[in-house]
T-cell receptor, first 119, second 111 residues
Framework: SAVISQKPSRDICQRGTSLTIQCQVD?????MFWYRQQPGQSLTLIAT?????????ESGFVIDKFPISRPNLTFSTLTVSNMSPEDSSIYLC????????????????FGPGTRLTVL | GQSLEQPSEVTAVEGAIVQINCTYQTSGFYGLSWYQQHDGGAPTFLSY????GLEETGRFSSFLSRSDSYGYLLLQELQMKDSASYFC????????????FGAGTRLFVKA
């Protein structure tokens, strides 16, 4: 299992500014993911962050808007740049247990989320 | 692209059995997962099916039919604490593994 913490837990920001969200895991993990979730809605994958390589972004998300760092196997950051009210959401960090073992047990652990409000 | 369909809402009474269906259209499919999320909480893992058939874990069971691109989550002996959102999610490999979530099913358990 993995225990994940995120900072900040919530923030209220002005449009045009940027916010960096930190994700810390209590064990080394290969694969980390960043999701976005509107309250009551589904989780949308933003990008996959692997240590030692650039993040892989999903359709509709770009590095200039959501730069990601992954300096080691226990830590990652997601920056929401040049924010607008449409960026208001919950941002979740997630890690995967037993990566690559697709035909066996597979579980993702989620952090508590960062609730972002952009005014 | 990837798409998943599940009912938006289900209501059941305590002690009953409820089934939440999930159909998917995807490339690079490896398996189907189910997650539970209570209001204000993070999603938590319930089950994963990579092969056809039924997986049972206590009161919860999950089923997969790869040929039908279909799965379901079965919750037995419903309790009030089971009121939550339930997400099916497909694990895919499109040049790297990732998990794509469905829209979620809101389950209301009534006394």
């Amino acid at each position: 299992s993995a225990v994940i913490s995120q900072k900040p837990s919530r923030d209220i920001c002005q449009r045009g500014t940027s916010l960096t969200i930190q994700c810390q895991v209590d064990s080394q993990v290969t694969m980390m993911f960043w999701y976005r979730q509107q309250p009551g809605q589904s989780l949308t994958l933003i990008a996959t962050a692997n240590q030692g390589s650039e993040a892989t972004y999903e359709s509709g998300f770009v590095i200039d808007k959501f730069p990601i760092s992954r300096p080691n196997l226990t830590f990652s950051t997601l920056t929401v740049s040049n924010m607008s009210p449409e960026d208001s959401s919950i941002y979740l960090c997630s890690v995967e247990d037993l990566p690559g073992q697709a035909f066996s047990y597979n579980e993702q652990f989620f952090g508590p989320g960062t609730r972002l409000t952009v005014l | 692209g990837q798409s998943l369909e599940q009912p938006s809402e289900v209501t059941a009474v305590e002690g009953a059995i409820v089934q939440i269906n999930c159909t998917y259209q995807t490339s690079g499919f490896y398996g189907l997962s189910w997650y539970q999320q209570h209001d204000g909480g993070a999603p938590t893992f319930l089950s994963y099916n990579a092969l056809d058939g039924l997986e049972e874990t206590g009161r919860f069971s999950s089923f997969l039919s790869r040929s039908d691109s279909y799965g379901y989550l079965l919750l037995q002996e419903l309790q009030m604490k089971d009121s939550a959102s339930y997400f099916c999610a497909v694990r895919v490999d499109t040049g790297g593994f990732k998990t794509i979530f469905g829209a979620g099913t809101r389950l209301f358990v009534k006394a």
